[in-house]
Nanobody, 114 residues
Framework: QVQLVESGGGLVQAGGSLRLSCAAS????????MGWYRQAPGKQRELVAT???????GYADSVKDRFTISRDNAKNTVYLQMNSLKPEDTAVYYC????????WGQGTQVTVSS
């Protein structure tokens, strides 16, 4: 059964850090590009970071130089290190494949207080 399970969210003060994890039960994980998305209340889900390989990553302008995406193919896991968090980063964070997306997981809530 294909499954995406996100974890690592929480409540943090502005300027703080969090590290999100996403465990993916996908047979093709190591060959797939993966992405982190977020959805704030009342807003559409947006793609914030993508990774194919450690040297092939991409970021939305809003998170560039603050967030770092990485992956461990041996563990079928993708990570998002979030530093210098801002209140506008508050959202539910999800992972998925940008190409041929899978059923969405439950996401993990990130709340940044000012």
């Amino acid at each position: 059964q294909v499954q995406l399970v996100e974890s690592g969210g929480g409540l943090v003060q502005a300027g703080g850090s969090l590290r999100l994890s996403c465990a993916a039960s996908i047979n093709t994980f190591s060959a797939d590009a993966m992405g982190w998305y977020r959805q704030a209340p009342g807003k559409q889900r947006e793609l914030v970071a993508t990774i194919y390989s450690p040297r092939n990553t991409g970021y939305a302008d809003s998170v560039k130089d603050r967030f770092t995406i990485s992956r461990d193919n041996a563990k079928n896991t993708v990570y998002l290190q979030m530093n210098s968090l801002k209140p506008e980063d508050t959202a539910v964070y999800y992972c998925n494949r940008p190409v041929r997306p899978l059923p969405w997981g439950q996401g993990t809530q990130v709340t940044v207080s000012s």
